[in-house]
Each structure stands twice: as C-alpha cells, then as structure tokens.
C-alpha cells in the first residue's frame, strides 16, 4: 500500500494537469445513471489554469447530446508508461467559441474535422472537475513485474512507494 497524499488549489490542478498531457486520451464517459456506461476515447486538448479540461466534439454527436440531457461526466485516465492514472467526475459545459477552437486546433484534429479549424461541426466541451482522485505508482515496469510475482508466490512484497489521493483543485 502506498502513501495516501491530497492535493489542493495548485498542486491539484498540476496533478490534473501532468497526467493529462501525458496520457493525453481519456475515455470520456457520459450519461452516468445509464448501465452499461457509455465512454468514448477523447483526445485532451487543455487544461486551463484553473484546472478545467477541454476537448474538440461534433455538435452533433452523442456525446454532446447527453452533455445537454445530463452535464455530469466521467474521465478515466491511464498513463500506463508512468503508471499514473486519474479519475474525474465533473460538469460538461458546451462551448461555440471560436476564438478557443482556433487556440485549442491542431493538425491532428483535421482527422475528425474536415474542413479544418473553421468546421461548423465542431464545438468544445470543457469539463470542470468537481472531485478527482489519480494513482502514481513511481515504479518502474520491472519493480511491479517482480511485486506481482513475489505476491504469486505468496511472498509478501515491500511497499511500492506510490501516492495516491483526493484532488481538489477548487
């Protein structure tokens, strides 16, 4: 078990922040009072400095009508390279700001929005979390690989020096 750590106001949001941009894909999940959940690979575009997270969607997509049925949301981070991982639940807001689409546009966006930055299909969700929690193994893939065998083995393994805990970047 590792240590449990909770952060607030700025380390929170460099938290969010951190593992965001390093995973950069979350599986977006809307519609929370639906079984099965319904979730959807989003690429993160921002985080802003006060810890809201932004992404590009077809205003006429699924996800964008949930948002406007239901604003709670649901991202799940994995960034399996760091093994850090993030957990946020927060309210979805849609955006029509094109001054943000023109700031937040890449090449790669192109993929979805074929006429470019200037698409009339795109809009922006812009997610603001109400809680939040991450894991940060700090392990390699080797020092986890040996822990999961020592525990098969019926060895009981050190402490894997990970954090864990609650972020609150309000």
């Known amino acids: 078990m590792g240590d449990v750590k909770n952060l607030t106001a700025n380390d929170a949001i ?4 951190g593992i965001a941009k390093d995973a950069n894909i979350c599986m977006f999940v809307t519609d929370l009072a639906k079984l099965p959940l319904m979730g959807r690979p ?3 575009q921002e985080v802003d400095e006060e810890g809201n997270i932004w992404f590009m969607s077809d205003r006429n997509s699924d996800k964008n009508r949930d948002i406007e049925k239901d604003a709670q ?7 399996t390279g760091n093994y850090e991982y993030l957990s ?10 094109r001054s943000k689409i023109e ?9 979805w929005f074929k006429e470019g930055k200037d698409d009339p ?15 940060d193994t700090k392990n390699n893939k080797m020092v986890s690989l040996i822990k999961f065998a020592m525990g098969a083995l019926g060895i009981t393994p050190i402490d894997d020096g990970g954090v864990e805990g609650k972020l609150k970047p309000y």
Do not use: C
């Not at 946020?88 to 700001?97: C, M, P, R």
């Open 42 to 44: 989003m690429a993160t």
């Open 14 to 17: 460099e938290k969010i922040r």
């Open 73 to 79: 949301v649901q991202l799940f981070y994995s960034h």
């Open 103 to 111: 700031k937040l546009w890449t090449p790669m966006a192109k993929t």
């Open 88 to 97: 946020i639940y927060g309210t979805a807001e849609i955006v029509n700001d």
């Open 121 to 135: 299909t795109i809009s922006l969700i812009k997610v603001t979390p109400e809680d939040a929690y991450y894991w």
